[in-house]
């Protein structure tokens, strides 16, 4: 063990991301630029203005803004430059593998097809694998605040690109809208062979969570955090070691936590849960995977073991081969004894 700083054990370590929405990498430059090329006018005067818009209270603040920015979203270069933007950013933060959602229904109801939308991000997917060796995973994810004929088309228009599709997710506006409403068309996916994950206990109550994985039977929850008001259920996400994927600038943001010293992370891992470190929406809430973990590890005196065994969780929770996963451990470990 060497005199390595917190901060910069957390830069180089090697990672993976598993709770990231594509739409919320969208940076006010790149905002602009597209809108710019593609005659759209947005709403704010400048990226400044734009930038200072982003206060949120709650997630259906944010979400208004954040569907207001993927409007801008047309031709299938903007979803490639978007992916790519990503992509490089986050390879300059020693991420190897990522596991990204994407809203289809945020782009098909303005009119984008579902084939130019994912024809963008898979291209600079690949291209990421190829030319900065990031492994990754695409999921669809269904928008919660529209009802279940529109999930089921989309399960439809996502049929031709099954192979690029690795699981189906459900996001947006949670309280309102539990996971039983889509207890149908989680069930068809699966049968179709999608992973399952559901963003649930993140503004909504534990029963979503049990919803979620009763009804949905969902791989991993994504948030999870009013999980800890429920014992029974904390017991059951330990004993199953189901993977959650918090976010903690984002629950900062939009106000799930105070304070990140009030994070749940740590008293969850007291209690053996299978917790990982993600971005949720990094051009909105102030920082991708590197801001996260320095973000928690300042405000809760994480150490360098805590650090890695957040690291390690999220291999052992993403959906690589149990051969790829071994790799990757190998060498987070490898990195810990160095550093
Ligand atoms: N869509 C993008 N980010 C989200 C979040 N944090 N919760 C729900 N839906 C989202
Ligand atoms: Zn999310």
Redesign the pocket.
């Known amino acids: 063990m060497n005199n390595t700083s917190v901060e910069d054990f957390i830069k180089d370590i090697p990672k993976a991301e598993l709770h990231m929405?594509i739409?919320?990498s969208f940076e006010p430059e790149l905002m602009f630029e597209i809108a710019h090329r593609n005659g759209i006018k947005i709403k704010y005067p400048s990226v400044a203005a734009l930038k200072k818009a982003y206060r949120f209270n709650n997630?259906q603040e944010?979400?208004d803004i954040?569907y207001a920015g993927a409007a801008v979203l047309i031709k299938e270069q903007d979803f490639y430059d978007l992916t790519w933007a990503y992509l490089t950013k986050v390879h300059q933060e020693n991420l190897v593998h990522t596991e990204i959602f994407f809203?289809p229904q945020t782009h098909t109801e303005r009119g984008i097809s579902f084939e130019i939308v994912i024809n963008g991000i898979r291209r600079a997917l690949e291209d990421g694998k190829e030319k900065l060796g990031i492994s990754y995973r695409l999921i669809m994810s269904f928008l919660r605040h529209l009802d279940e004929a529109s999930a089921f088309k989309t399960l439809e228009e996502a049929i031709p690109y099954k192979e690029w599709i690795a699981g189906v997710g459900l996001?947006?506006s949670?309280l309102g809208n539990p996971p039983s409403l889509f207890e149908r068309v989680f069930a068809k996916s699966r049968e179709e062979g999608f992973l399952v994950v559901a963003?649930a206990g993140?503004e909504g109550p534990a029963e979503y969570i049990w919803e979620a994985l009763d009804l949905l039977k969902v791989n991993r929850i994504d948030?999870g955090n009013r999980c800890l008001e429920d014992i029974d259920l904390v017991k059951r996400l330990a004993n199953e070691q189901l993977p959650l994927t918090l976010?903690p600038l984002?629950n900062l943001e939009?106000k799930v936590v105070e304070n990140l010293k009030d994070h749940p992370v740590v008293e969850m891992m007291s209690h053996n849960l299978l917790v990982t470190v993600n971005s949720?929406?990094p051009a909105y809430f102030g920082g991708y995977m590197n801001a996260n973990y320095i973000a928690i590890a300042k405000a809760l005196k994480l150490s360098k073991k805590q650090i890695t065994k957040l690291v390690k969780n999220s291999f052992k929770s993403s959906w690589l081969s149990d051969d790829e996963k071994e790799e990757h451990l190998l060498k987070v470990d490898q990195y810990f004894n160095d550093n």
């Open positions: 929405h739409e919320g997630l944010f979400l954040y809203d996001d947006s949670e963003h993140e948030h976010c984002s939009l949720d929406d």
